[in-house]
């Protein structure tokens, strides 16, 4: 029977071909390791308490010679696998039938047919959830949850249905959204077709504002939105266009809520009115100097920072100004590492210190304030940085790129070697990475070596696939932040490398977002 208090359940998948009912030598070596794992687990699930659970698949299941060996570990049910037909109903304890307690077809139909015609047998009214192997298609994830939730649920409302995955965490979370409502992966509700080129900022915790181009002609437009609550119904509020000769490189908030609208040659200054309507407040050229921006933030009210090329070749140069103020460079990168320049770029600033992120098309890099080299990260196309300060006090930083790595995938799951964070990152194109974390994380990141990685200082992962990202954090209290982009959606044919396959969404702005927990 599963545990309340349980804290780990480990699934043994045994795929040795060997027959461990046929007394061969190579059988009895066999169960002689298994029975030297299970003495060592059984060791460790009693220094548990409960909390540890064991639970045998593949070739290890109790059938035949293994009905009674390996007690108390419970088995998985699966169609035609090493599991006999008469166990989808009886649990006759002498054959081994009762230790079949989990339902688990793989994600196939021939599999669930026989069993949904079968109303689920015993397992409707068993006491473990029923699990799907490991599905990887949001469309094929989205079916399953509503074939339970309109199915074997509501014959029991108590019965659960796990997902046995090798996508990434956050890329479970942003495909099951419209089912779990606790991260978003929708359309934005704006009446624009053919949308590209997408920067989001926030307004506050709930406003937010995107702007983006429409069409062949590349019209810009902007929207601005509202969330009912964090990941909860996003509603439009206002749309409009920029002005003909502004096609924003940046769009940039500071503290007293201005949104500016950064250009080649000059910034928009507007103030958003109740209604969310945007309403101009200032038009200004660039000063000399500071034309074709590669990035812009906010210092204070009134005062930008824009990211430029540096007058050293391979430099990067963050210079301020404001309206009353001359230009005034506050800092000058050490020289980019690539044959090729950087093609995209982003930046925060901390407590005066500065963190860039710029790639060659293919390459993602950092430079740090302090740190006097650059830093791969990984690979990455298209970057976008956000920035939150917590209501703990702590800053947290979220990247998203395009042009990812998925390390967890089912084949780099499943392979012997190389290690899964020992991979070397290739680029895939349609690929939506996420790294997150504190300030002083990225600081103590930049100091060590090795890339970002699910196995790294900082959180690492696939969420979601498209391009050209533009992030955002928003602070949901208690040591808690949403990391959001938005993003152009996949089409049909992208390309995923087979490590997940989102629903296609082709020429529309997509929101996606999930929660990341830094309180423990």
């Known amino acids: 029977t599963a545990s309340p208090s349980l804290a780990l359940r480990v699934a043994l998948c045994f795929k040795s071909t060997v027959d461990p009912c046929s007394s061969s030598e190579t059988a009895v070596a066999w169960l002689s390791g298994v029975d030297r794992l299970y003495a060592k687990a059984e060791k460790l699930r009693h220094e548990m308490h409960g909390r540890l659970e064991f639970v045998l698949d593949g070739n290890a299941k109790p059938r035949s010679c293994l009905a009674n060996r390996w007690r108390p570990w419970n088995s998985t049910w699966i169609p035609m696998d090493n599991s006999p037909a008469q166990a989808l109903f009886s649990n006759d304890r002498s054959k081994g039938y009762d230790r079949f307690a989990i339902l688990n077809p793989a994600d196939k139909a021939s599999e669930w047919l026989p069993v949904r015609l079968a109303h689920y047998g015993k397992f409707l009214y068993g006491s473990y959830p029923i699990q799907l192997w490991e599905p990887d298609s949001q469309e094929s994830i989205e079916r399953y949850a509503a074939e339970f939730l309109t199915g074997p649920h509501v014959s029991n409302p108590a019965l659960g249905f796990d997902f046995a995955i090798n996508i990434d965490p956050m890329m479970w979370r942003v495909f099951t959204a419209g089912q779990t409502q606790t991260a978003w992966n929708f359309p934005l ?29 590349g019209v810009s437009m902007w929207s601005t939105l509202r969330a009912e609550a ?20 940046a769009v940039v908030v500071d503290d007293s809520a201005a949104v500016y609208f950064v250009g080649a040659s000059h910034f928009e200054a507007f103030k958003m009115l109740s209604d969310g309507s945007l309403s101009l407040i200032l038009n200004e050229s660039l000063p000399a100097g500071l ?52 093609a995209k770029v982003d930046f925060v600033r901390v407590d005066g210190r500065f963190l860039v992120v710029a790639s060659n098309g293919t390459h993602a890099h950092a430079a740090f304030t302090g740190v006097s080299s650059w830093k791969l990260l990984g690979v990455g196309a298209h970057v976008s940085l956000g920035l939150v300060a917590t209501s703990g006090g702590e800053a947290t930083v979220g990247l998203a790129t395009d042009g990812g790595f998925c390390y967890n995938s089912h084949v780099h799951n499943t392979q012997e070697r190389p290690k899964l964070c020992d991979l070397a990152p290739t680029p895939c194109r349609a690929a939506l990475d996420y790294t997150v974390g504190t300030f002083t994380q990225w600081a103590a990141f930049m100091e060590e070596p090795g890339l970002a990685t699910p196995c790294s200082r900082l959180m690492h992962g696939t969420y979601d696939f498209g ?54």
């Open 230 to 249: 964090p990941f909860g119904r996003v509603s439009p509020l206002k749309t409009g266009s920029s002005s003909p000769s502004m096609a924003p490189l």
């Open 189 to 217: 509700p704006i009446d624009a077709k053919h949308a590209s080129r997408p920067k989001v900022a926030m307004l506050n915790s709930r406003d937010f504002v995107v702007s983006y181009s429409i069409g062949r002609a």
């Open 291 to 342: 034309h074709d921006p590669m990035a812009a933030r906010s210092c204070r009210p009134g005062v930008l920072a824009l990211l430029l090329p540096g007058s050293r070749i391979g430099t990067l140069e963050i210079k301020q100004f404001g309206t009353s103020m001359a230009p005034q460079t506050l800092w000058v990168t050490p020289q980019f590492p690539s044959d090729k320049p950087p």
């Open 467 to 520: 391009s050209t990202p533009s992030s955002a954090l928003i602070d949901l209290s208690g040591g808690r932040v949403a990391f959001l982009t938005v993003h152009g959606g996949a089409s049909g044919g992208a390309e995923t490398c087979s490590c997940g396959s989102p629903k296609p969404r082709p020429g529309q702005l997509v929101l996606s977002g999930f929660p990341v927990d830094f309180s423990t």
